[in-house]
């Protein structure tokens, strides 16, 4: 089986401490070259120098989330419905929560560390842990509703210093993590998680578009249209609602509301919307 290294810094390019430039850089070269006892070692002397590091305790999550990572083939259902053969990364179990400890000892300290927010986040959806990640996605939105300026990525550079966009940052970010949702399981935390998105982005339409594949994935239909036209109303330019709403009806057979939706579809750009369009009222027409 093939051993990985699955790097998560998510770090932007800034200005670094010679001191930490060098370690890091140390660390990074070692994961990637599968050298885990000399990043061992590297990692116990930064923890000599400097022991709430932030940084290092990004270092010690990669390490412990790299070492008996492997790639191993499976079959079944994947989260786009299909069934098939299929490769994921497994990591072992407890060198996983060693990891993910690390991620929590630095934002005890570090709260407004917004990388190492994503990081455990991601890491957590990654591996299906869909209650834990959505749970971690609450905790980082709790910290939010307190600060919603002062925030720091790697090597604590500032947002502010850097004129970064705080709220787009997290929107874009809390979108992919929606995006990594299976909506067939977890669907007690799913609803959780969107709901409390909810509360800080009530007129997003990307979210409400979420929610209504949450509703879908079950077939309430009903409850999936009236979130579809709430959005609608809200961007009535967004293709993506407009396709979802004229999709919805011609799974609920009211071909007419559908053909009125993909009439409107194909009024919209880009080309892509119009070809999907066209494919619906075809459909309609020779059902």
């Known amino acids: 089986m093939k051993k990985v290294v699955s790097i998560v810094l998510m770090s932007f390019l800034m200005a670094l401490s010679i001191y930490a430039f060098s370690k890091q850089n140390q660390v990074i070269t070692g994961l990637q070259r599968g050298d885990y006892e000399t990043v061992k070692s590297l990692l116990l002397e930064w923890e000599n120098e400097t022991p709430d590091d932030p940084d290092l305790m990004t270092g010690w999550y990669n390490y412990y989330l790299n070492r008996k990572a492997e790639y191993k083939n ?11 053969m299929y490769s994921r990364l497994v990591y072992d179990k407890d060198d996983f929560k060693t990891a993910i400890s690390y991620l929590d000892k ?13 990081g455990k986040i991601n890491t957590l959806l990654s591996d299906d842990n869909y209650s834990e990640g959505i749970e971690a996605i609450i905790d980082f939105l709790k910290v939010y509703d307190v600060n919603k300026t002062e925030w720091y990525w790697s090597y604590n550079e500032s947002f502010s210093s850097n004129n970064w966009d705080v709220e787009e940052t997290v929107i874009d970010a809390l979108t992919d993590y929606c995006g990594m949702f299976d909506y ?37 239909y009903d409850n999936t249209i009236e979130i579809l036209l709430s959005a609608y109303q809200i961007d009535s330019t967004d293709y993506i609602i407009v396709a979802n709403i004229a999709a919805t009806y011609e799974k609920t057979e009211e071909y007419d509301k559908a053909e009125k939706w993909y009439t409107i579809l194909a009024s919209m750009e880009p080309d892509a919307a119009k070809q999907y369009a066209q494919q619906g009222l075809e459909r309609i027409e020779n059902r």
Do not use: C, T, W
């Open 106 to 118: 630095a934002l005890q300290n570090h709260p407004y560390r917004m990388d190492i927010h994503f």
């Open 74 to 84: 499976f079959s079944g259902y994947m989260n786009n419905g299909r069934y098939g």
């Open 184 to 220: 067939y399981v977890a669907r007690d935390s799913i609803k959780k998680g969107l709901d409390e998105i909810f509360v800080r982005f009530p007129d997003n339409v990307i979210f409400l578009n979420y929610l209504a594949h949450y509703y879908s994935a079950v077939e309430d």
